[in-house]
C-alpha cells in the first residue's frame, strides 16, 4: 500500500485533533462554572484552527484591508476571553459568549478569504450565519467517511498495519458493552464501586449516564468545529453573487430605486419633525438649566419632572438613529439646494438627538440618587454614551460623503461592548449605593445580595463598618459560601478569589 498523500494525512490529524478538542471541551466545562476553561478552550480552538488552514492565510486581499481587519479582531476577542477569568457578572458571561461566537466567526471567515463581501456591508453577516450554522451540517459526514476511508485502506495495507487496525476495532466495539458492565458490578458490589470511584475522580466522572453526557458534549463540540473548519476549507466561492456585488442586477438595482426616498417628500418630513424636535430640545434646555420649574403645571413638582422621563427620551433618540440611515442611504439625490436642506436636517436632527440624550442622562442621574443605582440603570447610562458617540461620527459622514459609516460603528460597537465589561459593572454598583448610604443612610440590601461575586469585596467593607445592617451577614455569608463552590481549577477567576 502506498504511504497516504499530504493533504491525507493532515486531515486525519484534523479529525484527532478534533477529537481531543472535544474531550478538551467536555473537561473544561461539564459540571464546571466557566472561568479560566474559557481562555484554554479559545486557545485550543485557535491551535486547530491554524494547524488546518496553514498555508492558506495571506496572499491577495478580496477587497482593501481584509487581513488586518481579521488580526485586529484578536483585540476584542482577547479581551472578551479574559472577562470570564477577572469578574462574574451573569449578564455578561451569557451575553459574552454569543459575542465571542460572532466575533471568532467573523475573524476565521475573514482570515481564509470565505467571504467575497467586505465586513462593513450587512449581506456579510448573512453569510456569517450560513456559514456557521447551516453549511456545516452538509458535512457531518465527512469525519466519518475519513475514518471509514483510512480503514479501508488498511485492510489493503501490509501485515504491520493489521494487529494495529484490529486491536482498535476490537477496543471500539468493547466500549459499550465495557461500560454496561462495568456499571453493573459497581451497583452489585459497593467495594467495587468504591475503588472505580477513584479512577474517575481523575476525570470527573461519576456514573455511566455521566460519561454519556460527557461523551456527548465532547462529540458534538469536536464534530461542529470539524465541520465549520472544512467549510472554511472547501468553500466555493459564488462567482456570480461575487460579479453581483460589483455589477448589480436590473432586478435588485430597480428594487433599490423602488425604495429611495423622493427628495423633496423626505425633506418634507424632516423638516417637520426637526420642528417638533427643536421645540421640545427649548424646553430641555430650560430644563437642564433649572428653568423649567416655572413651566410645570399647578400641583406638579420639579424634582419628580426632573427624574422622569427618561426611557423615553432614549427610545426617541434610538428612533432618530434609524431615521438618520434611512436619511443617508434611502433619498435620492437632487441638485445643491436639495442636498444643502438633506444634510442640514439630518445634522439638526442629530442636535436635537444629543440634547435628548444629555437630557436622558441627566434625569437618570437624579433618578439613581432619589433610587438608588442598578445594572440595568448603569447599562442605559453605558447605552446613552454609546448613541452619543455614534451621533458625533454621524455628523461627519452627513458632510463627508466617503466617510464609512459602518467601519467606524462596527468598530466603536465592539469597542464599546468590551468597554462595558471591564467597568466591572456589580462592583461599581456596590460601590454606588455605598457612596450613597453614607449619605443618606438608605440602603437596598435585598437587591444587592442578589448580585454576582463582583459585589462582594465592597459588601464585606459595608459589613466591617456598619454590622448592624439587617440582611448584611447573610448575603456575606451566601457570597462566601458561593464562592467556596467552585473547587474546579477550571472556574478560577479573579472574582471568585476575591470573593474568598
Known amino acids: 500500500m502506498r504511504d497516504p498523500a499530504p493533504w491525507q494525512k493532515k486531515y486525519d490529524t484534523m479529525v484527532v485533533l478534533a477529537c481531543v478538542f472535544g474531550l478538551l471541551s467536555q473537561y473544561l466545562f461539564v459540571e464546571a462554572r466557566a472561568g479560566l476553561s474559557v481562555l484554554l478552550f479559545v486557545s485550543a480552538f485557535y491551535g486547530l484552527f491554524f494547524y488546518a488552514v496553514k498555508g492558506r492565510i495571506g496572499g491577495f486581499e478580496k477587497w482593501r484591508g481584509q487581513f488586518s481587519s481579521a488580526w485586529t479582531l484578536f483585540v476584542p476577542i482577547g479581551l472578551l476571553t479574559l472577562t470570564y477569568s477577572l469578574f462574574a457578572n451573569d449578564v455578561f458571561r451569557v451575553l459574552n459568549g454569543f459575542v465571542l461566537f460572532a466575533l471568532i466567526i467573523s475573524q476565521t471567515v475573514l482570515l481564509t478569504k470565505s467571504s467575497a463581501l467586505p465586513w462593513y456591508r450587512g449581506r456579510f453577516y448573512r ?14 459526514t465527512v469525519p466519518f467517511s475519513l475514518i471509514g476511508s483510512r480503514l479501508k485502506d488498511n485492510e489493503r495495507g501490509v ?10 476495532i476490537g477496543l471500539l466495539l468493547a466500549a459499550p458493552l465495557l461500560i454496561v458492565v462495568i456499571t453493573l458490578l459497581a451497583s452489585a458490589d459497593s467495594i467495587f464501586q468504591s475503588w472505580l470511584n477513584k479512577i474517575p475522580e481523575l476525570f470527573r466522572l461519576s456514573t455511566a449516564g455521566d460519561l454519556f453526557g460527557r461523551g456527548l458534549y465532547g462529540g458534538v463540540v469536536a464534530l461542529y468545529a470539524f465541520c465549520y473548519i472544512w467549510v472554511l476549507l472547501f ?10 456585488t460589483l455589477s448589480p442586477s436590473p432586478g435588485p438595482a430597480s428594487v433599490r430605486e423602488r425604495m429611495m426616498l423622493d427628495p ?5 418630513f424632516l423638516i417637520s419633525i426637526n420642528a417638533v424636535y427643536l421645540l421640545f430640545v427649548s424646553i430641555q434646555f430650560s430644563y437642564l438649566f433649572g428653568a423649567a420649574g416655572g413651566m410645570l403645571p399647578e400641583g406638579s413638582a420639579y424634582a419628580e419632572y426632573a427624574r ?23 433619498i435620492c439625490r437632487a441638485g445643491r439646494g436639495g442636498e444643502l436642506v438633506r444634510k442640514l436636517s439630518l445634522t439638526s436632527l442629530i442636535f436635537c438627538t444629543l440634547v435628548m440624550l444629555i437630557s ?40 463627508k460623503e466617503r466617510f464609512s459609516l459602518a467601519k467606524v460603528y462596527i468598530g466603536v460597537s465592539i469597542a464599546a461592548y468590551a468597554l462595558m465589561n471591564y467597568m466591572n459593572i456589580d462592583a461599581r454598583i456596590a460601590d454606588k449605593n455605598i457612596e450613597r448610604f453614607e449619605q443618606t443612610g438608605i440602603i437596598d440590601i435585598a437587591y444587592l445580595s442578589t448580585l454576582s461575586l463582583d459585589a462582594a469585596p465592597a459588601m464585606y467593607k459595608l459589613e466591617k463598618k456598619h454590622p448592624e445592617l439587617d440582611g448584611i451577614g ?27
Open 264 to 268: 423633496v417628500t423626505a425633506g418634507t
Open 308 to 330: 422622569r422621563g427618561f426611557v423615553e427620551l432614549v427610545l426617541v433618540s434610538v428612533i432618530n438613529v434609524c431615521l438618520l440611515l434611512v436619511g443617508l442611504h434611502r
Open 159 to 168: 501485515a504491520k498495519h493489521a494487529a494495529v487496525k484490529k486491536a482498535i
Open 235 to 244: 468553500r466555493k466561492t459564488n462567482v456570480e453573487s461575487k460579479d453581483a
Open 127 to 140: 453569510e456569517l450565519l450560513f456559514l456557521s450554522i447551516i453549511k456545516p451540517f452538509s458535512y457531518v
Open 360 to 399: 436622558a442622562y441627566s434625569r437618570l442621574s437624579l433618578y439613581e440618587e432619589a433610587y438608588g443605582y442598578t445594572q440595568t440603570r448603569l447599562l442605559v447610562h453605558g447605552f446613552m454614551i454609546y448613541l452619543t458617540v455614534l451621533c458625533v461620527v454621524a455628523v461627519i459622514r452627513i458632510w
Open 474 to 500: 447573610d448575603a456575606v455569608a451566601d457570597w462566601r459560601s458561593e464562592a467556596s463552590s467552585y473547587r474546579e481549577w477550571q472556574s478560577w477567576s479573579l472574582a471568585i478569589q476575591r470573593a474568598k
